[in-house]
């Protein structure tokens, strides 16, 4: 600040044919210097803080995955052994079979919520109010044809022509687990590859009818690109494809429940099918794919519920205009 208050005086002296004196120049720069000496002390200080608290979470992790390590390599050598090391059929359990369980434990609680709109525990979570609240038996009951239907006719396909790819890329069904830094690594990578899949094969689909043939698709091919690019171990694909049906349960069930990641913004979605096309909402903000969003109280809502009450009723709706 210094130096920009002294400009004037110095364009003047400059302007006269004079040169600064040596005082002004030994102020300036030692008031440069004491700016680059604040600027190195916070950012060391913070990056000081971020790695012992990165190390200090890494350090607890460790110490889980390593005192259940080799419970759970001692459980996957039982499994390769039962199965007598056929490589097909433990890519099939850990592809298909268990994220399927996973899938439907989950959404059968919900089917029973949707069904009967009980228990109000659970409907007061409700995103939107008063509509299918409980939803008709005959429009369940499509809902569940379908998604049997795409896990026969869709899902499973595509896991059998996943199968020689990933023997081409490597072995996914070896017979050693991967590191816990390893797999924390593949998550991470998955999680954003997905992303960036996600938000560019939802945004070619303008019209709702266009979505309704090929958004099928569109959603299970991005889970399973990353997997393909890394190679990844079937132990880490159970793992992944797992999380990705749960958090796609909790992205499309219509309650906004306590602890659980938000569903605001793809339920958003549903609603203008031209906003909020991603899953972490990145590119979302990039492409400015979610203005309209964040002018609603949707936005509002859209964050980690600590509480037991609805944010429906903590951030209501504004009144309708009449």
């Given at each position: 600040m210094v130096g920009l208050e002294r400009l004037p005086r110095y364009q003047k002296m400059r302007g006269s044919g004079d040169q600064p004196n040596s005082a002004t120049s030994r102020l300036q720069e030692r008031h440069v210097w004491d700016s680059v000496k604040k600027a190195a002390f916070i950012l060391g200080s913070g990056l000081f803080v971020f790695a012992a608290f990165r190390n200090t979470v890494t350090w607890h992790l460790q110490q889980f995955w390593g005192a259940s390590g080799d419970f759970w390599q001692s459980q996957w050598g039982k499994a390769h052994s039962y199965f007598q090391g056929n490589e097909w059929v433990l890519f099939f359990l850990g592809t298909m079979v268990i994220p399927t369980m996973s899938f439907w434990i989950l959404n059968s609680l919900l089917l029973i919520v949707d069904a009967t709109g009980k228990p109000?525990?659970?409907?007061?979570?409700?995103?939107?109010?008063?509509?299918?609240?409980?939803?008709?038996?005959?429009?369940?009951?499509?809902?569940?044809?379908?998604?049997?239907?795409?896990?026969?006719?869709?899902?499973?396909?595509?896991?059998?022509?996943?199968?020689?790819?990933?023997?081409?890329?490597?072995?996914?069904?070896?017979?050693?687990?991967?590191?816990f830094h390893w797999v924390l690594l593949e998550l991470c990578f998955l999680g954003l590859l997905e992303e960036v899949f996600f938000y560019y094969s939802h945004r070619r689909k303008w019209k709702k009818e266009y979505e309704e043939k090929v958004g099928?698709?569109?959603?299970?091919?991005?889970?399973?690109?990353?997997?393909?690019?890394l190679g990844s171990h079937v132990a880490?694909?159970?793992?992944?494809f797992s999380l990705a049906l749960l958090l796609s349960t909790i992205s499309h069930c219509g309650y906004h429940l306590p602890l659980l990641p938000s569903p605001e913004f793809h339920d958003f979605h549903h609603l203008k099918f031209?906003?909020?096309?991603?899953?972490?909402?990145?590119?979302?903000?990039?492409?400015?794919?979610?203005?309209?969003?964040?002018?609603?109280?949707?936005?509002?809502?859209?964050?980690?519920?600590?509480?037991?009450?609805?944010?429906?009723?903590?951030?209501?709706?504004?009144?309708?205009?009449?």
């Open positions: 109000q525990l659970i409907t007061r979570y409700r995103i939107q109010r008063g509509r299918n609240d409980p939803v008709e038996p005959a429009k369940l009951q499509q809902a569940i044809r379908t998604v049997v239907f795409n896990q026969v006719f869709l899902s499973l396909p595509m896991v059998v022509v996943m199968y020689p790819i990933m023997k081409w890329r490597g072995n996914p069904c070896g017979t050693e687990l991967p590191t099928k698709m569109s959603n299970m091919l991005p889970p399973m690109v990353g997997p393909i690019i880490t694909m159970m793992l992944w031209n906003q909020c096309y991603g899953v972490l909402g990145v590119l979302d903000r990039l492409h400015q794919t979610d203005t309209i969003f964040r002018e609603t109280k949707a936005y509002e809502r859209h964050t980690l519920l600590l509480s037991l009450t609805p944010l429906s009723e903590s951030i209501p709706d504004s009144p309708k205009r009449k």
